[in-house]
C-alpha cells in the first residue's frame, strides 16, 4: 500500500471550520458549477423521498448554506397555510422569524422549538451567514439558523421528526458518533436522511469519475475558489475515506437506526441513506 493510500484525512473541527468558511462566500456557485448543476436535483430527489410534511419538525445538521433546508421547508409549505403563518407568535418578531438572527448552541438548547419548523445547524458561521440572507430573500418564516457542532448538538432528546444531512457527514471527525446525536434527537419512527457523495460502482463511469475527482475537480476548484486550507484537494480525499453504501448503512444500524435503506443517484455519483428509529 502506497503512503498516499495510508495518509488520512485531517477532519479535526478548527481544520474543517477554517476551510469552509475561506470557501464560504464562492461555496454555492461551486458546487453548482463542478457538479453542472446536479447537485439541485440531487436535492430535489432527497425531498421527495423524504415527503416531509407541513405538520414535522426537521432538523437539516451541517446545513452549509441551507439549500437543503430551504428545499425541505418549501416542500413542507406548499399546498398548505404554513407558510403564511402569522410571525406574531414568534419570539423576537419578524427579524427573527425570517432568520435574521443565527442561535448560540447555549441559546439554542433554551428555546422552545414548538413553534419553528425547520431548524438548520452548522458550526461554521460565515456559512450559515449566507444562509440567513438566501432566507431573507425569499422572506422565508418557520426557519432557525443554529452556530452549533454536530456532534453536540444543543436539543432535547426525542425533539425531530426527520434529522437530514446533505454532503456534511464525511466532514465530522466521528462519523458514528454524528449518526447517534442525530439518531438522539429524533422521535421514535422518525427518520434520519443522509445525502452524500459516493464513488461510482459501474465501469467505465467509475474510472472516468475517479479521474475528474482526483485530476480535475482540485485543479479547477482552487482556481475559481483560491483558499489556504486547498478546500478542493479535501473534497475527493475526504469521499474517498468515507464508509459507503453497505459500510455507511451498517453504521446507520448500529447508530441506533433500522431498516436502512440506500438510494443511489446518478449511477452512484451520490447516494440518499435513509434509517428510521426503533
Not at 478548527?14 to 453548482?32: C, G, S, T, W
Not at 482526483?214 to 484537494?233: E, H, I, M, T
Amino acid at each position: 500500500m502506497s503512503n498516499s493510500q495510508t495518509v488520512v484525512v485531517d477532519k479535526s473541527g478548527q481544520k474543517v471550520r477554517q476551510m469552509f468558511a475561506e470557501i464560504a462566500p464562492k461555496y454555492d456557485l461551486m458546487n453548482h458549477l463542478l457538479s453542472m448543476n446536479v447537485d439541485r436535483w440531487w436535492r430535489w430527489r432527497t425531498v421527495a423521498r423524504l415527503a416531509p410534511q407541513a405538520h414535522w419538525k426537521v432538523l437539516d445538521v451541517c446545513t452549509g448554506t441551507g439549500d437543503l433546508a430551504l428545499a425541505l421547508l418549501k416542500k413542507m409549505n406548499k399546498g398548505s397555510k404554513a407558510s403564511n403563518m402569522t410571525v406574531a407568535s414568534y419570539e423576537g418578531g419578524p427579524a427573527e422569524c425570517f432568520g435574521r438572527r443565527i442561535f448560540s448552541s447555549a441559546e439554542a438548547a433554551q428555546k422552545d422549538w414548538d413553534g419553528v419548523q425547520v431548524v438548520a445547524s452548522d458550526f461554521c458561521r460565515p456559512m450559515l451567514e449566507i444562509g440567513q440572507q438566501k432566507a431573507e430573500r425569499q422572506k422565508v418564516a418557520n426557519l432557525q439558523f443554529v452556530e452549533a457542532d454536530s456532534l453536540q448538538l444543543p436539543f432535547p432528546s426525542d425533539q425531530f421528526d426527520l434529522v437530514t444531512v446533505a454532503f456534511g457527514l464525511r466532514n465530522v471527525s466521528d462519523t458514528l458518533g454524528g449518526l447517534r446525536e442525530m439518531t438522539r434527537v429524533i422521535r421514535r419512527g422518525g427518520r434520519v436522511g443522509v445525502l452524500e457523495f459516493t464513488m461510482p460502482r459501474v465501469w467505465p463511469l467509475s474510472s472516468l469519475y475517479r479521474f475528474y475527482f482526483l485530476r480535475v475537480l482540485p485543479r479547477v476548484g482552487q482556481w475559481f475558489a483560491k483558499n489556504r486550507s486547498d478546500a478542493y484537494s479535501y473534497l475527493p480525499e475526504s469521499v474517498g475515506q468515507f464508509p459507503q453504501y453497505e459500510q455507511l448503512a451498517a453504521m446507520m444500524n448500529e447508530a441506533g437506526l433500522h431498516d436502512v435503506k440506500f438510494y443511489p443517484m446518478t449511477m452512484g455519483l451520490a447516494t440518499l441513506y435513509v434509517g428510521t428509529k426503533a
